[in-house]
């Protein structure tokens, strides 16, 4: 079992910043490859970013990259999504996602991110 739980998330202005954060734990969480996605109103959740525990394997969305920064902090068992030049688009509830090939995966609550104009 993982247990995930994020923070940061919040209202901005269009071109501002924004760090969300997840806490992890669980007995075998550090096996577990880490990302991110969001779902906006009226959409599918869509991926954002994944990273593995190492720091490796980091990858992300097309419509983030060069914007939205990945990155694990191993003595606090966060992962972190650094978001700057935030835009109106980017508003959506963000997810925290933990997977692993045959062991299925596990979601955070959810953290809402508003962008506004």
């Known amino acids: 079992q993982v247990q995930l739980v994020e923070s940061g998330g919040g209202l901005v202005q269009a071109g501002g910043s924004l760090r969300l954060s997840c806490a992890a734990s669980?007995?075998?969480?550090?096996?577990?490859?880490m990302g991110w996605f969001r779902q906006a109103p009226g959409k599918e959740r869509e991926f954002v970013a994944r990273?593995?525990?190492?720091?490796?394997?980091?990858e992300h969305a097309t419509s983030v990259k060069g914007r939205f920064t990945i990155s694990v902090d191993n003595a606090k068992n966060t992962v972190a999504l650094q978001m700057n030049s935030l835009q109106v688009e980017d508003t959506a509830v963000y997810y925290c996602?933990?997977?692993?090939?045959?062991?299925?995966?596990?979601w955070g609550q959810g953290t809402q991110v508003t962008v506004s104009s």
């Open positions: 669980g007995r075998t969480f550090k096996s577990y490859t």
């Open positions: 990273i593995s525990w190492s720091g490796g394997g980091t």
């Open positions: 996602n933990a997977r692993r090939l045959g062991a299925g995966q596990y």
